[in-house]
């Protein structure tokens, strides 16, 4: 049983430039969640897609967006990137329909570097 | 806004004794609290979860965790250290829809 998978696991960008992230859940898992985590420091919540649309948002700016497919899959982009979108971008599943607080499964991550 | 306080960025414990880990979370009904586990370049685990019920639970690799309200705390805690436990360890409360809110992390270093 496959998790969280992510591609690519590392991606080497320039500043201005766009790039695209993408995300295959745990195996079950229809909802997923993509999180942002800095240099040392915790993961900082992106947003959430369920039923192909964005539920929830965290305090990040418009030139983050998102996209479920219908078999749950999941991208990430970014657009006009700066210095300091470097980082490691998490995808975490889970299931809507488990519990309300069904535990997060998490990917290995992207590990983005902007020049 | 919800917030998980993690004191200790960076301990160091020998083999074979015992650790804690502290973490303090901001106040709000019916916390959902979570310990994970990052080693190196890797996704995050689940070490344990808190929901409601009993205040100490169990977790994988040995590890429990016991909530008190009255303290607003969630430690972690292990009898008996052993190296492959060096990781990063997160300390995180879920809102609304698994939004999940983490800690900044402490670093766990293990000598022999």
């Known amino acids: ?115 | 806004a919800q917030s998980v306080t993690q004191p200790d960025i960076h301990i160091t414990v020998s083999e074979g004794a015992s650790l804690e880990l502290r973490c303090n979370y901001s106040y709000g009904a019916t916390p959902y609290l979570f310990w994970y586990v990052q080693s190196p370049g890797q996704g995050l685990q689940l070490l344990l979860k808190y929901f409601s019920g009993d205040t100490l639970v169990q977790g994988i690799k040995g590890f429990e965790a016991e909530f008190k309200r009255s303290q607003s705390s969630f430690n972690l805690r292990k009898p008996s250290v052993h190296w492959s436990d060096a990781a990063e360890y997160f300390c995180a409360r879920s809102g609304g829809y698994q939004k999940v809110t983490f800690g900044i992390g402490t670093k766990l270093q293990v000598i022999p």
């Open chain 1, 1 to 115: 049983d496959a998790g969280v998978t992510q591609s690519p696991t590392h991606l080497i960008k320039t500043r201005g430039q766009q790039v695209t992230l993408r995300c295959s859940p745990k195996s079950g898992h229809d909802t997923v969640s993509w999180y942002q985590q800095a240099l040392g420091q915790g993961p900082q919540f992106i947003f959430q897609y369920y039923e192909e649309e964005e539920r929830q948002r965290g305090n990040f700016p418009d030139r983050f967006s998102g996209h479920q497919f219908p078999n749950y899959s999941s991208e990430l982009n970014v657009n006009a990137l700066l210095l300091g979108d470097s980082a490691l971008y998490l995808c975490a599943s889970s299931s809507r329909t488990d519990s309300y607080n069904s535990p997060l499964h998490f990917g290995n991550g992207t590990r983005l570097t902007v020049t």
